[in-house]
């Protein structure tokens, strides 16, 4: 198993805890071409321990596509347990978001899409496009969930 700096250089093309880390990270994850290759960029740190013990275990169990469902799924549910701390209610609004995204990921990868241009800020125009469409999708399903339950 590659280790946690070389996984961070490779993904961020500089060493963890290099000053240019951040920056790298935002423009190579908004301008990858294909919103799968989004992720391998994105938060290389958190990436590297859902890739360990979340996704390759899954893998073993599972097909790789659902496996890269349910690891986005379980980051969803890390990042509401955060939520929890601080709202003190459980939502699911970020697993449900993240779910979303790991299908839509899920998909990118499985059919090659890639967007057909060039230009960096195009694709973050996409990327982002995706991110806050998946966002607002999450936020009508759980308020139908919601609407329902009452």
């Not at 290099?18 to 740190?45: C, E, T, Y």
């Not at 697993?95 to 694709?123: C, D, H, P, S």
Request: glycine share 6%; hydrophobic share 45%.
């Amino acid at each position: 198993m590659v280790s946690l700096n070389n996984y961070v250089k490779k993904r961020n093309g500089v060493p963890l805890g290099h000053p240019k880390s951040l920056g790298n990270m935002f423009k190579r994850s908004l301008g990858a071409n294909s919103f799968d290759l989004f992720w391998v960029h994105w938060n290389p740190i958190w990436n590297y321990y859902l890739n360990k013990y979340i996704y390759k275990p899954l893998k073993r169990v599972c097909h790789s596509y659902v496996a890269l469902v349910l690891t986005f799924g379980f980051s969803g549910f890390v990042h509401d347990l955060a939520g929890l701390l601080i709202y003190t209610e459980l939502s699911f609004l970020f697993t449900i978001w993240f779910i979303i995204m790991g299908v839509l990921a899920a998909v990118f990868k499985r059919n090659k899409i890639y967007y057909k241009t060039q230009k960096k800020e195009v694709n973050y125009g996409f990327n982002v496009i995706l991110i806050v469409s998946s966002f607002l999708l999450a936020k009508c399903i759980l308020n139908g969930i919601y609407f329902f339950n009452t």
